[in-house]
């Protein structure tokens, strides 16, 4: 067994939903070698998470995030690492849902010439192991807001939210976009942002919903973060007007184990017994961190995330990764 690769074995012998995690990640990563890691998405190298979350009937989703980043040679390299591995999920969602998605991870990734002297990339894929539909990430290390802005409702065909997502580009600091979904009718684009001053310079055209306190108390993990701790995700629905809003929290920032990160999101979510076995579970096992932790706002009851990467000896954190 890979002891880079523990925690996924774990996490798939503990958690029903993640059966099939490690093969998923062999899909993206066939040839995976931790000596070559240098991915942004964590603030150590390392190239993937696991998110596991609440769905609120007494189960849990689990996603697996992935960093396929290697080193090529030129652009033809690189963008042919990203598409071999996409092309290694595409069938987890419908033909014209990963055309989209093709299209729009080259639209907005930057160019060669911008990252050509970086030693990390600009993609991410995810999948759920137990369902079907992809997601695919793209960091906005390029272009001006408004290009990135105009460049995303255009490929994305989103121009019945133009108020709000030229808004966030405008006055907020974009840092990576998302577009998931299984089929044209459920696509979804996802803007991470972060607001210029605080949470109370939200501008109203964004249309975010900040999480409610359960408790009516401001004490806590949450109000001591500081802004840099903070990610704030917009969704957009591609058809219709529908649309959502997520806090992710930075536990490389917070510093919480695990029993704070859920005293933390239990400000915000009914914690159910089976989600803190779970993440109880995994950080036990001292193969996983917990990167982040995330609260997607929703009607009847808000949903728990907790993203878990897996434990890096003798690494170096970085100053480069997201958020």
């Known amino acids: 067994m890979d002891d880079h690769l523990n925690l996924l074995h774990h996490v798939e012998a503990t958690v029903p939903a993640a059966r099939g995690v490690h093969a998923l990640f062999r899909q993206v990563r066939p040839d995976d070698d931790p000596t070559l890691w240098h991915s942004t998405l ?4 390392t190239p993937f998470q696991i998110a596991i979350a609440d ?34 999920l595409q069938s987890r ?18 160019s060669f010439e911008q990252v ?48 709000a997502v030229t808004a966030i580009h405008a006055v907020c600091t974009v840092q ?3 577009m998931q979904g299984s089929r044209t009718g ?8 972060k607001p210029p001053v605080g949470m109370q310079s939200i501008p109203r055209e964004i249309g975010f919903d900040l999480p409610l306190w359960r408790f009516g108390s401001h004490e806590g993990a949450l109000s001591r ?5 903070l990610t704030f995700c917009s969704t957009f629905a591609v058809t219709g007007d529908g649309r959502g809003s997520k806090l992710d929290l930075c536990n490389h920032c917070l510093g919480l184990d695990a029993q704070g990160c859920l005293a933390t999101l239990d400000q915000f979510c009914a914690i159910s017994s089976g989600f803190a ?7 036990a096992a001292q193969t996983a961190e917990i990167a982040f932790l995330g609260v997607r706002m929703r009607a009847g009851e808000n949903a728990p995330y907790v993203y878990l990467k897996p434990v890096r000896h003798g690494a170096t954190a970085s100053a480069e990764y997201w958020p």
């Open 42 to 45: 964590n603030n150590d190298g």
């Open 55 to 88: 769905t609120g009937d007494g189960h849990r989703s689990v996603r697996l995030i992935v960093d396929p980043f290697r080193l090529g040679r030129d652009e033809v390299d690189r963008q042919g690492s990203n598409l071999a591995a996409f092309a290694q």
């Open 116 to 163: 050509s002297e970086r030693r990390s990339g600009d993609i991410w894929l995810a999948a759920d192991p137990s369902r079907a539909g992809v997601a695919i990430y793209v960091t906005a290390r390029s272009r001006s807001p408004d290009e990135q802005a105009e460049r995303l409702i255009a490929e994305a065909n989103i121009d019945q939210h133009r108020a």
């Open 176 to 178: 990576a976009y998302s």
């Open 186 to 193: 459920n696509l979804s684009v996802n803007i991470y942002w």
């Open 225 to 229: 973060a500081s802004a840099g701790a």
């Open 93 to 110: 969602c419908s033909a014209r849902a990963a055309d989209r998605c093709r299209r729009f991870m080259a639209m907005l990734a930057p």
């Open 277 to 283: 076995d779970n993440v109880a579970h995994a950080a």
